[in-house]
Structure formats: C-alpha cells, structure tokens
C-alpha cells in the first residue's frame, strides 16, 4: 500500500491548512452570529461571511476539490483525504471550499451518470457553487436501512415519470441556494431487486413537491441546511430527468456512497483532531487541585488513547482510500463499511473526552465542542448505521474465509 500523496496534493494541503487558519476558524464565530435560527425554515438566510469566504477560496483554487478529472482538481482518494480531513475542524468549513454533502455525492452523480443536458442544467451551476441541492432517499414509515423496503413510486408514464411518496431527513432542503434535488423511488417491483428502482433530477419548485418542516437534531436545526420531510404527490416531470434510465437507481447509490464515506470520515477525524488540539490546551492552561488537568487522574491515557485512536482511523480510511483507488469500490466494500463504522465513533468518543476536560465550557456554544459531538454522532446513522456495516463486513468475511479454506 502506498499511502504517500502526490506534489499537488501536498502543496493543495499547505494551501487549505492556512487558508482554514487565516481565513475560515476566525470567521465561525461570524458565521453563527449571522445564522436566522428556529423552526420557520422559510426565514433562513445563507450567512454572508460564507458567500465572502467562498469567493476567497474559489479564487485562492481551493475550489471542488473532491472532483476528479476535469471538473475538479483531478486529485485521487487518497490525495483528497487529507484535504477533507482538514475541514473536518468546522462543520460549515467544507461548503466554503465547495465540497460539502449532499452536493458531492450529487455532483459525483451528474458527472458519472448525468446526460450532457442534466450537466449543463444542475451540474454546471453546482460546479460554481451558485446552487445547492439535496437528496431524498430515506422514507419515514420503513427501514430505511434496507433500501429495498422503499415506498416511493417513481413510475414511467409514457414519456413521463410521476412520482409519489414520502421522505424525510433530507438534507440541505432547507438550504435558500437548494434548487433540485434527486429522488430515489420504486419503478418496477418485479424486476429483479437490484434493478427496481430510479433516480430523478426533481427542481424544487416542481408542483407537487412540498417541503413539510425540518426536523431539529438534538433540538437544533442545523440552519440554513436543515433536514426536512418532504412529500411528493403526483409530480410529473419529463422521462429525461431519470438519471442514466429507469432502473439505475442501486448502481447509481452504490457508486454515489463509495467516496462520499471516505469523505465523511476524514472529516470525522479532522474533527476529532480539532477536538484533541482543544482537550491539551485545556489541560495545559486548566489549575484544579494545584496541577494542571493534563497532569491529574487518567487525564494522560485519556490524551494518549485519543492519539492512538486517531492514528488507527485515519490509517484504515487511507487504506480504503487506496483500495478504491487501485482495485475499484466493489473490491474495497468492506473496508469502506470498516471505516465507516470506526471513524464517526471514535470521533465521538475523542470530542466526549474533550467535552469532559473542558467542564462546564464543553458544553457551551463558547467552543465548538457539541457541534462537533452532534456531526459525530449523526455520522454512526448516515449512510447507513453502523449495525448494516458490521453486518456487511462479516458477510463479507465469511466470504472470504470460505474462499481461502477451498484454495
């Protein structure tokens, strides 16, 4: 395995590491300020500091960075790794660099399997960052875990599809800039399962399409993205917005989901990494019983088992980074499902730790220690939780097992 990033990558790293420093931790205090809080998603506003920093960034080339090939920066996984990492150290950090879920995954999706005129309608305009988006998947009344439990109809009708159903936590819908979402919905429930179901390109204001309310997680609502529940009641749209044709809708998830995990785990790491910067200069500076907390108790294990910790994550997520990479999404499936189980739990684990360092402060706005716990913990449910991975991993196992006893 080779784990070593090329000359781009490492000077994209020096790059966005003090652009982050410089431009983007000073203004988070900023960006929250100037957040339109509560309920009434309707009022949300896109904080300006995020549409001067994104300016800067796009000018500075620190611009879809996620991207291969022409559209992007043309960097691999594993170059990209790091630069997701570092941008884990703030949740709003990533969309001020134009790589921020869902909009990746959406755009992965554009480039891979979108027609030259789905591009230049949606992937064009998400490309300069002058939209968002969002993606409905997840349905409230089944498990959506098993995504062939899905209600959702997206049924051809001649030269149109029509779609019926109901989602929720569909994230980013709340966003003023979200303009078109992809939908995922049952075609043909007698083809074979894997061969059921569509995607379609959905422009949010499409008759029929009502965003319901936005559901707070851990009594926020992640303003101005939000997660909301959305119904969809005979939105008729042209058979051209099926992405790729009808049926393609597993192919098209599975090929979605692979970098964005890698995505959301260096992010969790960058976080715990944020988290564990925070932890030694509280314990440093923090006098309890005439010692400094690093020195009190268990306080130094606590210090070294989030390093080591740290270290074993961002080590497998390079390692699946690698693998998909050189052998393909297919052949590196359980380790992505490894990582995806490992890195948003020990990121929660390393913020818990930090949040207990700091007392009382932990748990204010004054650090951003709970934001970061919050994104960890939603992680272990996004993309599937963690119970579907680990089932994933030993089927594969056994797989494997079974294979090297007939050799």
């Known amino acids: 395995m080779d784990f070593a990033y090329s000359t781009l990558a490492v000077e ?20 929250h300020a100037q957040l339109i809080t509560g309920a009434d998603w309707h009022q949300w506003r896109q904080p300006p500091v995020m549409e001067t920093l994104k300016a800067q960034a796009r000018e ?19 170059d990209y790794a790091p630069l997701a990492e570092l941008t884990g150290c703030a949740p709003f950090a990533a969309e001020v660099f134009n790589c921020s879920a869902p909009d990746t995954g959406n755009m992965e999706v554009l480039v891979k399997y979108g027609s030259p005129a789905q591009q230049e309608q949606w992937l064009q305009p998400l490309l300069a960052g002058e939209i968002r988006s969002a993606f409905c998947m997840t349905e409230p009344d089944v498990a959506s875990s098993d995504a062939t439990n899905m209600q959702a109809t997206a049924k051809v009708d001649g030269d149109e599809i029509v779609l019926n159903g109901r989602k ?37 204001d499409t008759p ?3 965003v319901e309310r ?48 890698i995505h959301h785990c260096m992010r969790a790491i960058g976080a715990a990494e944020h ?20 020195k009190l108790g268990g306080n130094p294990d606590v210090v070294a088992n989030a390093r080591i910790a740290i270290e074993q994550a961002r080590l497998l997520t390079l390692k699946a980074a690698w693998m998909m990479d050189t052998v393909g999404i297919k052949d590196a499936m359980s380790e992505i499902s490894q990582i995806k189980v490992v890195a948003p739990s020990m990121a929660q684990q390393v913020i818990d730790a930090a949040m207990q360092m700091h007392g009382g402060l932990g748990l204010s ?23 579907v991975h680990r089932g994933l991993i030993a089927k594969l196992e056994y797989q494997r097992q079974l294979a090297n006893r007939k050799q």
């Open 168 to 204: 929720w936590w569909s994230s980013g819908i709340g966003h003023p800039h979200c303009k078109v979402l992809i939908f995922m919905g049952l075609t043909d429930p007698i083809a074979d399962k894997h061969r059921q179901h569509s995607m379609v390109l959905v422009p949010l």
């Open 12 to 31: 994209l790293i020096g790059r966005l590491r003090d652009f982050m420093h410089t431009q983007v931790l000073p203004a988070e205090a900023d960006y």
């Open 214 to 261: 936005m559901l707070p997680v851990f009594g926020v609502f992640d303003e101005p993205h939000g997660h909301g529940e959305v119904t969809f009641d005979n939105v008729c749209l042209p058979i051209t917005n099926v992405i790729a044709g009808p049926g393609r809708g597993f192919e098209i998830a599975q090929g979605r989901l692979g970098p964005g995990r």
């Open 60 to 78: 500075a080339g620190l611009w879809n960075l996620f991207l291969p090939g022409d559209f992007g920066a043309g960097l691999s996984n594993v």
């Open 275 to 294: 988290a564990l910067s925070l932890m030694c200069k509280r314990g440093a500076n923090r006098i309890a019983f005439g010692k400094p907390l690093a």
């Open 208 to 210: 029929g399409v009502t």
């Open 365 to 387: 706005d004054d650090v951003p220690l709970t934001r970061l716990f919050a994104y960890a913990r939603v992680l272990r449910l996004a993309d599937g939780p963690d119970e």
